[in-house]
């Protein structure tokens, strides 16, 4: 006679299913987050093309002036690329277009990378958008007024750097694939010398793995500009009495009896881990912007203008 399983097998067996449950609700959850973001991104796009507009007046291009590069080497012409830039006498060898690609254009590529995490989805009623969706709009607006201005962007960790006209387009449709768990700071990997990187995030992971990968991007050599993304309430903490706060990240449930006995401890925190990273910024000779989600998206779009402009009229280059 076949006995049942001991209560050890029948644990692992309980495990085992607890795990496939977990992992498909994971899995179902993710889904469900990547097509929200898809449906959500027409519209933000929309907004990041009006925002885009507003600060275009002021955004006067970031060529370089003059032919003083050194030619590189020649690479085919890339559809919504400007004619002008094709050779033609190279063109002119076989039936393809070639772009005469010099040495900077070649080094120097603005990579950028947003968090989409389930944190970045808080919006509370004093913002006018979620964090992610100005996240969304500052990436696709800078990426429009930087392909405006003809320099070469690419989303990192997820796309190759294009240099093209309808470069937020682009963007906007790699980022429907995106996979929301993926880190708001990616591999340093695609990152070389004298290239620029903007993450734009809430900076919520532990303070030591993002301070490890900025040290890795600057072994890279690159220059990073920080955009921390807050709704108005996580800085004034307007919390009191009983409150349940629920961690975005992993579903659980923190119960304070008055809240606003621990406002001021929180505040302090906040502002000890903004100071750290603004601090390693500072001392890299990098930015770091913080805007909350009740102000215009055009304040943080101005100030990165003006700090990816200064880089270029101080002649950093290789």
Known sequence: ???????????DVLNEARASVQTSSRVGTNLAEAKGLAASLPDLLVEARRVATTV?????????????????????????EAPGRIDWRRSARDDHFYIREREWEAAH????????????DFRSKLALASKRDRAVVLLLALGDLLAAAGERIGLLGLSDPILARNAAERLAETLMHFDTEQSAFPSAMRLGRFADLVVIGDFLDPIDEIEARLADYARHGATVHLVEIRDPVEEIFPYAGRTEFRDPETGALYTIGRAEQIGEEYRNRLLARRETLAATCRRLGWSYL?????????????????????RTTQGDRP
Do not use: K, N
């Not at 970031?62 to 919504?80: L, S």
């Not at 590529?109 to 970045?120: C, E, I, P």
């Open 1 to 11: 006679m076949s006995s049942g399983p001991s209560s050890h097998e029948s644990g």
């Open 56 to 80: 275009l007046a002021g955004w006067h291009g970031r060529r370089r002036a003059g032919p003083g590069e050194t030619f590189w080497q020649f690479r085919p012409f890339v559809a919504g």
């Open 109 to 120: 590529t603005v990579w950028l990378s947003a968090d989409l995490s389930r944190s970045m």
């Open 290 to 310: 913080t805007h909350r989600t009740d102000r215009p998206a055009t304040e943080p779009l101005l100030a990165l203008h003006a700090r990816l402009s200064t």
